[in-house]
């Protein structure tokens, strides 16, 4: 969005902060593009900067190359509230606290958290434009192997920073993926994962999508978690 140019600069300028104090040599930016767009060139995360416009954390600019069933260029301009839309729960249980949390950041404490879905696709690029997702999750039920395929465990680690000069914040999300059957030598982990999925209502199922496949990932969960 316009306006977002001088937030993007100061996450530009923290990247090459962090990077020259780790000895990482950095080609100049070309200037030729927004700011945030060249900080994106220089880490693995995704960067997502949100203002306070009216009162509300709006999604002001975003370099998103790997999301999860979304597009960046469906939610650029929208509040935080409109951004998570589709996701369970999101206006009942957790919009006001979401919220506060933005508005009580501080710039001396970021916050990080992590999810994690299981999809039968090890796809970085699981862009998703008007309902349909480019990396194929298919309607058709699916059969999970004994060794977990073609199931991948997918987690997001993401991190919420607020920027001193512009007091914008920067929001970046770090994909890691891992073959589902990386679980064979963790029961415990398979256990723990059956016990959420497990507690899914209708609207999680509905939103956490496993490629049509929940019902037997619950029964290879427990078979290897019993098998432990």
């Known amino acids: 969005m316009p306006g977002s140019e001088e937030a993007g600069a100061e996450v530009l300028a923290a990247v090459q902060a962090?990077?020259?104090?780790?000895?990482?040599?950095?080609?100049?930016?070309?200037?030729?593009t927004h700011p945030l767009i060249e900080a994106a060139r220089?880490?693995?995360?995704?960067?997502?900067?949100?203002?306070?416009?009216?009162?509300e954390w709006v999604l002001t600019a975003g370099a998103v190359c790997f999301p999860t069933h979304w597009c960046i260029a469906d939610k650029v301009g929208r509040s935080l509230a409109g951004v998570h839309g589709p996701v369970a729960h999101y206006e009942d249980e957790l919009s006001a606290k979401v919220d506060r949390l933005h508005d009580r950041l501080r710039v001396d404490r970021p916050v990080w958290r992590r999810n994690w879905i299981v999809a039968p696709t090890p796809r970085l690029d699981l862009i998703e434009r008007g309902g349909l997702a480019s990396a194929g999750t298919p309607n058709v039920e699916l059969v999970i192997e004994a060794d977990g395929s073609p199931m991948w465990i997918r987690s997001e680690r993401q991190t919420l920073r607020r920027l001193p000069q512009t007091d914008a914040i920067v929001f970046t999300i770090l994909v890691q993926r891992t073959p589902l059957g990386v679980l064979l030598e963790r029961p415990d982990l398979a256990a723990r994962m059956l016990s959420v999925t497990d507690a899914w209502d209708a609207e999680k199922r509905m939103y956490a999508s496993t490629g049509g496949?929940?019902?037997?990932?619950?029964?290879?969960?427990?078979?290897?978690?019993?098998?432990?």
């Open 18 to 32: 962090w990077l020259s104090h780790r000895g990482v040599a950095i080609a100049a930016p070309s200037g030729d």
């Open 213 to 228: 496949a929940l019902r037997q990932l619950n029964e290879w969960l427990a078979k290897v978690a019993h098998a432990g």
């Open 42 to 55: 220089l880490v693995q995360e995704d960067l997502a900067v949100l203002q306070k416009i009216d009162g």
